[in-house]
Structure formats: C-alpha cells, structure tokens
C-alpha cells in the first residue's frame, strides 16, 4: 500500500511475506474502520424506522426499485470483473487483468451515471431535504413530513458516502490501469490490486445492505 | 533542529542518527523515519498545550471572583469550549502514542520502521490540516458547544465557528485512526526473532489495546460528526427534535467513540508508568501477563460503558442499570494495574530519579480519578453530580493527573533516548513537584465544589463557592509554572545537556542497546535476535549501565 516501488520489498520489511502480510492486515483494518463509519449511519437509520415506521414504508415507495436493482446487479457483476482481474495478476495474466480492470471500471461508472439519473429525478420531485422538500405521493399511515424528510436525509447521505467511496475507488482504479499497462504487476507483485480488490468488494457489500434497507422497506411478503 | 548535529563540542566521529542524517526542512516535513515523526508531533502537540492551558488560564481567571466580570458568558463559553476540543483532540488522543509510542514502539518490537511509514506521515499530516482549522477556528471567534457538540444547540442555534471545528476534529480522528492501524500491523507483523507476544514491553501491550479503540471507535465520531456538519449546513433534521431528531441517538453515538476515547488517553500513559516503575525499582513487573491483559479488558469492556453519561437523558432506567454494572466492572482491570505496580515497588531498590517521580504522581492520582469514577458510575449519585465541579475534578484527576503526568514521565524517561542528551535532573524533579503540588491544590477543591453543587460551564458563582475556587486558580499557577519550566531546560539539554549514552537509566528493552540518539533504521548492527524477558532486571544491578 504504502510502499516505494523500487525493489519487491520495501527497506523496513525483512522479507516479501512480512511486507505482504502487513499489507493484508492493514486493509483489514482499514475495511474494519470502514465499518464502524458506515455503522454510525445504520444504527442511525434502524433507529429512525423503528420510531418512524410509516414515515419508512412511505417514503421508500418514491425510489426506484428498477434503478436500485439494477445498481445491485451491476455492482455485483463488478465484484466478478474484480476478483478474476486478481486472479490474473497473481497468475501473471496481463490481458485479461487489463481487460478485467476496464471492465469494472466501467460497470463502476455504469453505477455511478445511474445514481446521478436517481438523484436528479429526486430533484424534480422536491425530494432532495432542505427548504424545497415536499412530499406530494401516496401515503401509508400518517407520518408527518419532517419524517419522511429524514428519509431521505439518510438515503442522501448513505449512498451519498457509498458513491463517494465508488468514486474514490474508481480514482485507485484508474491508477492501477495505468500501474497495468507500464507492466508493473507480476505474480510477484500483484499486492496492490488484491488490496484493491479487498477495498472493491467492501463498498459493494455496503450497497447490498443499503438496497433493501432503502428500497425495499415496504416490499416484504 | 539540525544545528544539533553541526555542534562542535559532539565527538567528531559520532555516527549518523536520524537526527543529522539530513538537514533539509523538507526531509523533516516529508519524513517516513518514524523517530522524526515523533518529533514532528512532540513539537506540534506542545504547540497546542500550551493553547489549550492558554483557555483553562482564561478560565481560571474568570473564576477567581464569584462575579462574571473578567470574561462575559459568551467568552467562557468559548474558552471552555477550546479549552476542551484542543486538548482532547490535540493534545491528549495523539499525546503519548503519537509521540513516544511513535518513537519507541517500533524500536521496542525490534524493527526498522512502523509497517506503513508513509501512512505514519500521513497521519501527521492530517493532524496539521486539523490543527490549522483548529486555529482558525480561534482566529475566527472561537466555538461554544462545549467540546461535546450537543445537539440541537450544535445544529441549530450556536452561532459560532461549529462546521469548522468539526472539520477540525475529523481530520485529527483519521490522523489517530492511521496511527493505530499502523501500530496494530507493526506489533503483528514487525516483531524481531524471539520477541514473542509475552516479551513484548507492556508499553506495547498498552498502546495495542489502545489502537483497537482508535481503529473501531473513531470512525463512529466521524460520521456522527458529519451528520452534524450535514445538519447544520443544509437545515436538515437528524439530531434536532423539532425537525424530527432525536438528539438523544446523537449523545449515544459521540459518547460510544468518546468513552472508549478517554481510555486512549489513559492506556498509553499505563503503558508509560509500566516502563518506568521496573527500571527505577530494580524489579521485574510484578504480574506481567495481568497488566497485558488488563489492557486488553480495560478496551473491550470500555465498549460497552458509553451509557454511563446518559443517566440523566431519557436512557431507560434498565439501561442505566447495565451501564452502571459494566462501568464498575472497568474499574477492575485498572485496579489490577495498579495492585502490579504497587507490588513491583515491594522490596525493590527504589530511586526518584524524575520519571520515577511522575510516575508516582500518577499512581496516586489515577487512584484518585478511578476511584471517584465509581462514585459517578452509581446511577443515584450520578444525578447528584451530573455537570457539576465534581465532574470536571473526577475526569481531570485521570486526564491531567494520569494521563499528562505519564506524557511527562515518558518524556523524560526517553528524553535522553530521542535527543543524545540529559536534561538538568534537579530542576526536572522540582518541576515534577510543582506539577503535582499545583495539580492537587487546582483540582481537589473541585471536588468539593461539586459535592456542594457547584456547576461546570458557569462563569459565575455563589460567594460561599469563592475561597475553593481562589485555591484552585492559585494551584492552576502553580501547576502552570511547572510546566513551563519544562520546556525551557529540555531545550536547554540539546544544546548544553551532557551526553546521554545508550542507556543512561541502566534501562532494559531493545530501545535501550541502541545509540542514543538512534540511527535512521534503529539497529545498526542488523534486526536483533531477542533472548530474555521483558524488565529482566535485577536489584544487586547499578544503575550505571551504559
């Protein structure tokens, strides 16, 4: 991860396995931090539907299942581009880790070009929480406004915090293409798209929480 | 800071350490060594010291009179709120760890380096652009949420520098986030041949544990910090209840990051006093594996306390119940360490060199903090004493009395290790006198303020409340004279200070067979092979080892 690229093993390690192990450790610890960050914001939401059940059944009715789902399947597609561009570099594939790497890059922005659609639409409709929020569809219950309004606060800000590490992850991404196409990885040196990979997969599972926390609040049998 | 190397009175052959290695100012503010990062911090962390004693001066000047009269409401407000946030974020989470354990810890391990060097410069870095929003945030007009940000004053109507301070905390949580991911990995995978688990420096083990609660509570401040920022940025109802918040769910978050947090500013500082109390009694610790352990219970049942500041919202009773229970339950592994120490001092052939003298400081004080935090976690007295002085007095026993107390005895304690030099041993013991004399004649009056009803965050007071207030502002000048000896004759030892050696204490530890100061990679002979013990000391032994 942080490591100078001159030689396979940095000066402060003894040997490849201690700099690779250290490296594994670290994102662990990373995705754990990542977590904790996100689960802030679950509690938050489960805190909010059990107080609010209404305000949740209603509010999720104005998202886009269609556009949500699939989102799910892009992402998950993109978990598959992910981990056999992986298992190129470890086995020293350099054509098809390339073609791996356009390849989620791509179904990344897929995701993110339908996010931007959702979040326009939610403009049009006065959905996006602020002085312009208003609620004009069908009603379950009787949830006031200001709570289907924190609905949506919540829908911003967790696929607003899922997208941006999608975007942050698409920056790595597009530095490791380039790591790619200077022939930089070998089955000696494939460390830092396994990481990424490790760091790929985790903003996909959050999204696979986040979907039917979201969406699907009024979808059960 | 070069100009040390280029002195003419050091042996013309001295070897290169990490301090002469390079001279540039690039090549310390871009640094990987993690010994300059030490250094970077110890400098910028003493920066923010003495900004936030600055405030609790302010503080104390305004309480010297029952009257309201040196500082308006607003003011205090504000000089407790900076007081608060500089010294929690700025000075005490990254105190210890970012400096000493920064410095040694890696040493300790027998390794070059932490795994992530440049993640460690990284965090420092973080910590700077926090810092300078910090001080813009004074510059600005300062902030006046208390270091807390309750909601909805936070979110709706404190008119103050709120976002940016904010901003300011994130940034030096990613910065303390980083520090402890690194030392996880490094104590993991960077351990020396034959350093097992159960050879590792309790200073080790301390800041182990501390970095679990650095890597998984942190985080949770930071998004509760966002949503905050989000709130009162855009008008948004998250925390606030008139638009639908429960302000509430927001104390339950701060306080599961910001209990656990109190033990990042304590655990290190065990670490510290568990270093020390072998070296100056001549005696192996006493219960080494309890004191490891201990350290590891006091993080993970210090998850699990957070209820404690909630007695008094709307948590239920049931609840508080738990939270009582398990707040009790954490005194234990603290008591333990303590029970060690005090038995490590049994028979031992003790001497009071000053970090001997912190370090028993500490004990006593830190019994004093723990135990008056028993009194807080029974759910009865707690509503007697919620936000009043006894409080204020109780947190501060263990922050100012335990954990600063520990910053300075490890400072002194490896002073002669990071710089070469030795700093003048009588005026250090008198400073650690004053510190301790002041600290008790500022903060035990406290106590009785608040069992009388005093409340905290008030700039004025009933007259009866005056002459214990008059003695705390007159112990706070004390203690304040014995901190700013401090830096006056430490960087008095770099120029004129005698040459330390390599282990000036007779000290045992890795950081200890290495020169003083060390070489940019630690070892210059190569990892080293690790046969003994930890504190394989011995009493017969002299204390002119080096």
Redesign the interface.
């Given at each position: 991860m942080a490591h100078s690229s001159d030689g396979l093993v940095a000066h402060h390690f003894e040997d490849l396995e201690q700099q690779t192990e250290s490296a594994v450790l670290g994102m662990w610890l990373f995705l754990a931090q990542e977590v904790m960050f996100f689960g802030g914001l679950f509690v938050s939401y489960l805190v909010y539907r059990i107080k609010f059940p209404d305000a949740w059944a209603t509010a999720s009715g104005a998202l886009n299942v269609w556009q949500g789902g699939g989102n799910t399947v892009v992402l998950l597609v993109s978990s598959v581009t992910m981990a056999s561009s992986v298992w190129c570099a470890q086995t020293g594939r350099q054509r098809g880790l390339k073609l791996g790497l356009w390849l989620t890059l791509i179904l990344g922005l897929t995701f993110l070009v339908v996010k931007y659609f959702e979040y326009k639409d939610k403009f049009f409709h006065h959905l996006i929480p602020g002085a312009n929020f208003h609620w004009t569809g069908p009603v379950i219950g009787s949830p006031t406004e200001g709570q289907i309004e924190l609905f949506f606060v919540l829908y911003f800000i967790m696929t607003g915090m899922h997208a941006l590490h999608m975007i942050i992850g698409a920056g790595i991404l597009i530095w490791i293409m380039a790591l790619a196409y200077k022939g930089y990885f070998s089955p000696q040196r494939y460390m830092k798209v396994e990481l990424f990979g490790f760091y790929w997969h985790f903003v996909d599972i959050v999204w696979v929480f986040l979907f039917p926390l979201l969406y699907l609040v009024q979808r059960h049998g | 800071m070069s100009s040390i190397a280029a002195r003419p009175d050091v042996i013309p052959a001295a070897p290169k350490n990490y301090i002469n290695a390079k001279s540039t100012l690039m090549s310390w503010l871009f640094t990987t060594d993690h010994k300059r990062i030490a250094v970077l911090y110890l400098i910028s962390i003493t920066i923010f010291f003495g900004m936030g004693g600055l405030f609790a001066m302010l503080i104390r000047l305004e309480l010297i009179t029952p009257k309201g009269d040196f500082l308006t409401g607003d003011m205090y407000n504000k000089a407790f709120t900076l007081h608060g946030v500089i010294m929690v974020f700025f000075f005490l989470i990254p105190s210890v760890p970012a400096t000493l354990g920064n410095f040694v810890l890696p040493i300790m391990v027998g390794?070059?380096?932490?795994?992530?060097?440049?993640?460690n410069l990284l965090s420092w870095w973080l910590y700077v652009f926090g810092g300078v929003m910090a001080i813009g945030v004074v510059i600005n007009g300062g902030i006046d949420t208390g270091w807390t940000f309750y909601p909805p004053y936070s979110t709706t109507y404190a008119a103050s520098n709120v976002t940016l301070a904010i901003l300011a905390a994130f940034m030096a949580g990613f910065s303390s986030?980083f520090t402890g991911?690194?030392f996880?990995?490094t104590v993991?995978?960077?351990r020396a041949p034959g350093m097992t688990w159960f050879r590792l420096p309790l200073f080790v083990w301390a800041h182990y544990a501390t970095s679990i609660i650095q890597?998984?509570?942190?985080?949770?401040i930071?998004?509760?910090l966002?949503?905050v920022a989000?709130e009162r940025v855009?008008?948004?109802?998250?925390f606030d209840p008139q638009?639908?918040?429960?302000p509430v769910?927001f104390q339950?978050?701060f306080w599961f990051y910001s209990h656990p947090a109190v033990y990042v500013m304590i655990l290190p500082g065990m670490g510290v006093i568990s270093e020390v109390i072998p070296c100056f009694s001549r005696k192996r610790i006493f219960g080494y594996e309890f004191i490891a352990f201990s350290s590891l219970a006091i993080a993970i049942i210090g998850f699990l306390v957070w209820g404690h500041h909630l007695y008094v919202s709307t948590q239920s009773t049931y609840a508080g119940l738990v939270f009582s229970l398990l707040s009790f339950l954490v005194a234990v592994p603290s008591a333990i360490k303590v029970f060690n120490w005090t038995a490590t001092l049994y028979k031992g052939q003790i001497t009071f060199e000053a970090p001997m003298l912190y370090a028993m400081g500490f004990i006593g004080l830190f019994l004093v903090g723990g135990l008056t935090g028993l009194i807080l976690a029974s759910m009865a007295n707690d509503i007697h004493f919620h936000d009043t002085y006894f409080v204020v007095a109780h947190f501060h026993y263990v922050m100012v009395g335990g954990m600063v107390m520990a910053y300075m005895c490890g400072l002194h304690f490896w002073w002669p290790k990071m710089t070469g030099r030795m700093y003048p041993a009588a005026l250090a013991s008198i400073a650690a006198i004053l510190v301790f004399v002041g600290f008790n004649l500022t903060f035990f009056p406290q106590f009785i303020l608040g069992f009388l009803g005093m409340p905290r965050r008030y700039h004025q007071y009933v007259e009866e409340f005056q002459v214990l207030n008059v003695m705390s502002s007159a112990g706070a000048s004390i203690l304040g004279i014995g901190y700013i000896l401090q830096p006056f004759y430490l960087v008095w030892s770099l120029v004129k200070g005698p040459v330390a050696g390599m282990n000036p204490w007779g000290a045992k530890g890795l950081e200890w067979q290495v020169p003083s100061p060390p070489p940019t990679?630690n070892f210059p002979d190569g990892?080293p092979i690790v046969v003994e013990e930890a504190y394989s000391y011995t009493t017969e032994e002299s204390h002119s080892g080096a």
């Open positions: - | 390794a070059k380096d932490l795994a992530f060097p440049k993640i986030i991911l690194n996880i990995v993991h995978k960077m890597v998984l509570g942190t985080p949770v930071a998004i509760t966002v949503l989000v855009w008008g948004v109802g998250i638009l639908g918040g429960d769910l339950h978050l990679f990892q």
